[in-house]
């Protein structure tokens, strides 16, 4: 299975080189799924949501999406406390904890943006205890050999060493990765910091960063394999450049390899891949 992880689109704050080139290296990896980890928009408006409509129209693929932040209306605050994913649902899907089950790959999308939250920054993440619990039902109803993924906006691990902008987790991402490690989660998906990272949770709130060097490499084996998406097509960058993840799932095996807008044009920048839990649990330790 191919999975093409785009997030941070930010239509009214994007590139439009960048979204026609898009458009066509998706076509050429050929996905059978695209998943986008929220923000398909800059300000939450109309328009905005139109544009992102008619860029997904041109997707060679199925859609799988979560709203993030900035997919709430930003300015219309009549808008933003009444109807807050009215235009999301609207344009870009329905169901906003979308579940999909292919059998042998499970999807779960969590949404962590808020209409409002209890600070100045409205923009930080959260999941409830009642998210969490009806994650571990809906998995519950899937069989315990699929590979489970979970996608949701607001990241569950920080990337290692400084960065342009400190950028705080999501609110009860420890309780989330236990509670995904516990459900046998082998994949997360998320954006929002604008980042290109790829980090590993064992279970035991350990975690190793795989990501810094450019080219091809492979990872050591987890549990876990927390993927983060840079902004694939906007213009507000964080000192990484534009990037989105490309996901092979084969025969218990993750590969994810990012694509990253250079020269005028969509390349392989780097490769991290890891065994299933399951396969892990005969092969022999890397030294």
């Known amino acids: 299975m191919r999975i093409c992880h785009l997030s941070d689109l930010h239509f009214g704050h994007h590139d439009e080189r960048l979204a026609a080139g898009l458009a066509a290296d998706l076509t050429a990896q ?15 408006t109309e328009r905005e949501f139109q544009v992102a409509r008619g860029f997904l129209d041109t997707l060679p693929a199925p859609l799988f999406a979560v709203p993030g932040n900035h997919d709430v209306p930003a300015r219309n605050l009549l808008r933003r406390f009444l109807d807050p994913y009215g235009l999301y ?102 954006g929002h910091f604008h980042l290109s990272y790829v980090r590993q949770h064992d279970g035991r709130r350990h975690a190793v960063r795989h990501d810094a060097p450019k080219g091809l490499r492979e990872s050591a084996r987890a549990p876990i394999l927390v993927a983060q998406a840079s902004s694939t097509i906007s213009t507000r960058l964080r000192g990484d450049t534009n990037a989105y993840n490309l996901i092979d799932i084969d ?36 030294g």
Do not use: C
């Not at 089950?101 to 962590?112: E, F, N, Q, W, Y």
């Not at 990253?260 to 392989?268: I, L, P, Q, R």
């Open 89 to 190: 649902r609207r344009y870009i899907a329905a169901d906003l904890e979308p579940t999909l089950d292919l059998g042998d790959v499970v999807i779960a999308g969590l949404r962590t943006s808020r209409r409002v939250r209890a600070e100045l920054n409205w923009a930080h993440g959260s999941l409830s205890r009642g998210q969490l619990a009806r994650l571990e039902r809906r998995f519950s109803t899937t069989s315990p050999a699929a590979l489970r993924i979970v996608v949701a906006h607001h990241p569950l691990m920080q990337p290692e060493g400084d960065v342009l902008k400190p950028m705080r987790l999501v609110r009860r991402a420890d309780r989330a990765l236990e509670l995904f490690s516990r459900l046998g989660v082998r994949l997360v998906l998320s």
């Open 30 to 44: 050929a996905p059978d799924l695209v998943v986008v980890s929220g923000d398909f928009t800059q300000l939450g």
């Open 251 to 286: 025969d218990g095996r993750i590969a994810v390899t990012v694509r990253e807008w250079h020269d005028g044009a969509w390349s392989t920048r780097e490769k991290v891949s890891a065994q299933s839990a399951m396969a892990a649990s005969s092969a022999p330790t890397p």
